[in-house]
């Protein structure tokens, strides 16, 4: 079976089975990255960040997985004592933590990165910080989280590389009875995926890390379906096109999720928006609405619910089980929640040009019927069902026979196309 057509087929299904059944469950971990050193540095921060995480106001990562950047804070040792409270604090909260090292222009020096990962597992040799909650088969563990993305001529095969080195760094760390052992987790974006797929280079990725993040950034209003963003640059398809191939590669006892841009962007804040992209001004500031807080509220809390319920019940076991969806970042999520401005973030209403030049907002793109991806509901869709299913082409109602049923069927629809 094509591989994009049994992602798709399986999604559709599983929606159809969400329809008609409650089988289908809703509930899934939410985590969100911080780039901020502010909760690890001061103790008013910290406490501000501890609530902020553990408030279950909707849309919430209490409980959830808590990825830290932590790299250049934790160089030197002098901070050790900051960071064991950070932990313990967070911890207590009963969420998953990763202890991150980013470098998002990575031009290949995998010795960069196995340095700042060796100062990260030289804290977790000593550290002592009380876990609860960060606890493996071994006693105390902590994630680390790489966001290394290759960027000009490196390759997605170098990056396999540099992360089997650092899976040898923290097997050595593990092997050594560390204060806490470590796990690995990494960011991936789309086009590493893409490469490390289409070169059957995932197998050995799997071996090495825990779990896979995509980046499925600038893709979330238009979570389904064909789209393009108000940066001029067309992105072919939303957040869930891109988590459904990464599912299907991820080997039991492992984990996948996926990552959702809050922010306008970096310095093009005003300006083109790319991050969040596909009419920024739409969900940031909706010009229908008199809420926006509520309206962007309900738009990211619907599109995870719209997206988990793509999956089957199997698929969803493959996702991390306290965030199936990491949200990007801490300094943007307020936006989404309740207003409240927290250290670092942005403004939450846009300015200048955000446009709204999609038609993917107010409301989320996408269908569970179209099949093919081309955006249009139509016979063929169904001929690519019927192949599929080895059912024959005017079976509309797909029990292997054409008889009166499927005229029926027909005449119950006739009439125009809402």
Not at 8 to 17: C, D, E, V
Not at 54 to 60: A, E, K, L, R
Request: aromatic share 8%; hydrophobic share 40%.
């Amino acid at each position: 079976m094509n591989p994009e057509i049994h992602h798709t087929l399986t999604r559709s299904i599983a929606i159809l089975a969400f329809a008609s059944s409650a089988a289908a469950s809703a509930t899934y971990g939410v985590g969100m990255m911080n780039w901020l050193t502010q909760p690890i540095m001061f103790d008013a921060e910290r406490t501000n960040f501890v609530n902020f995480t553990g408030d279950t106001t909707t849309p919430s990562v209490a409980g959830g997985w808590i990825i830290q950047e932590v790299a250049d804070t934790i160089q030197g040792g002098a901070n050790y004592p900051k960071v064991d409270a950070y932990l313990t604090a967070v911890d207590a909260g009963g969420h998953t933590i990763s202890l991150n090292y980013g470098d998002t222009d990575w031009q290949g020096d995998a010795s960069t990165v196995q340095a700042n990962v060796t100062t990260i597992l030289d804290y977790l040799q000593v550290s002592t910080a009380t876990l609860t909650t960060n606890i493996g088969p071994q006693g105390p563990t902590i994630d680390i989280n790489l966001d290394v993305e290759p960027k000009g001529s490196t390759t997605a095969a170098e990056w396999a590389s540099m992360i089997s080195g650092v899976s040898a760094l923290i097997q050595t760390h593990n092997s050594g009875s560390p204060a806490v052992h470590a796990t690995l987790s990494g960011f991936i974006s789309m086009s590493v995926q893409n490469d490390l797929i289409s070169n059957n280079l995932i197998g050995s990725v799997w071996n090495d890390v825990d779990t896979l993040i995509v980046m499925a950034y600038r893709n979330l209003p238009c979570f389904s379906a064909p789209c393009v963003g108000t940066d001029t640059a067309p992105c072919g398809d939303g957040f869930m096109r891109w988590g459904l191939p990464l599912v299907d590669t991820v080997p039991s006892g492992k984990h996948c999720a996926i990552a959702l841009e809050l922010g306008l962007g970096g310095s093009d804040i005003g300006g083109s928006c790319y991050k969040i992209s596909f009419g920024a001004t739409g969900i940031y500031n909706q010009p229908q609405s008199t809420d926006p807080q509520t309206y962007r509220r309900n738009f990211l809390t619907q599109a995870m619910d719209e997206g988990w319920n793509m999956l089957s019940a199997a698929q969803q076991q493959k996702f991390h089980p306290a965030g199936a969806f990491i949200l990007h970042s801490y300094q943007w999520l307020s936006c989404f929640r309740d207003g409240s401005q927290v250290t670092g973030g942005g403004a939450c209403s846009p300015t200048g040009a955000c446009g709204d030049a999609s038609k993917c907002v107010p409301k989320l793109a996408g269908h569970a019927a179209d099949v093919n991806f081309d955006g249009v509901v139509n016979a063929l869709d169904l001929a690519v069902v019927h192949e599929e299913l080895q059912t024959c082409t005017h079976d509309s109602t797909l029990d292997n026979t054409i008889d009166i049923n499927d005229l029926l069927n027909l005449l119950s629809l006739w009439g125009p196309c809402q």
